[in-house]
Nanobody
Framework: HVQLVESGGGSVQAGGSLRLSCKLTGNTFNNYWMAWFRQAPGKEREGVAA???????RYGHFVKGRFTISRVPAKRTLYLQMDDLTPDDSAMYYCAAGRPFGLVQFPKEGGFDYWGRGTQVTVS
C-alpha cells in the first residue's frame, strides 16, 4: 500500500523560499515518475514539477526557473525547492507518484495514481 506524506509548507513573505518534502512509504518499486501539483481555492489543480527515476524533470510554465524538483531514492523522498515566491504561489501542494514504468501526462494528472493529502503554502 503506497502512501505519500508531504511536509514543509507554511507561511512566507513574497520573495521568500520554502522547501517541500514528500516521503514515500509502502511498496518498493523503481522506474516511476513523481511530481508536485498545486490547487488554489476556486482553481483547478495544476502540475508544478515532475521527475522520473532517471532524473528527467518537467516544470509547469509558471515556474520560470524559480522552483527545483529533486529526489533522493535512498531516502524515498521527493523535494521541491521554491524560491522567489509570490502570492500567486499560494495553494495546497500535493505530492503524486505514478506506477512502475507507467506513462504520465504531466502537467495533467493522468498517470499519477498515488497522492498525498497536501501541505499548505501561503505567500503574503
Amino acid at each position: 500500500h503506497v502512501q505519500l506524506v508531504e511536509s514543509g509548507g507554511g507561511s512566507v513573505q513574497a520573495g521568500g523560499s520554502l522547501r517541500l518534502s514528500c516521503k514515500l512509504t509502502g511498496n518498493t518499486f523503481n522506474n516511476y515518475w513523481m511530481a508536485w501539483f498545486r490547487q488554489a481555492p476556486g482553481k483547478e489543480r495544476e502540475g508544478v514539477a515532475a521527475i522520473n527515476s532517471g532524473g528527467t524533470t518537467r516544470y509547469g510554465h509558471f515556474v520560470k526557473g524559480r522552483f527545483t524538483i529533486s529526489r533522493v531514492p535512498a531516502k524515498r523522498t521527493l523535494y521541491l525547492q521554491m524560491d522567489d515566491l509570490t502570492p500567486d504561489d499560494s495553494a495546497m501542494y500535493y505530492c503524486a507518484a505514478g506506477r512502475p514504468f507507467g506513462l504520465v501526462q504531466f502537467p495533467k494528472e493522468g498517470g499519477f495514481d498515488y497522492w498525498g493529502r497536501g501541505t499548505q503554502v501561503t505567500v503574503s
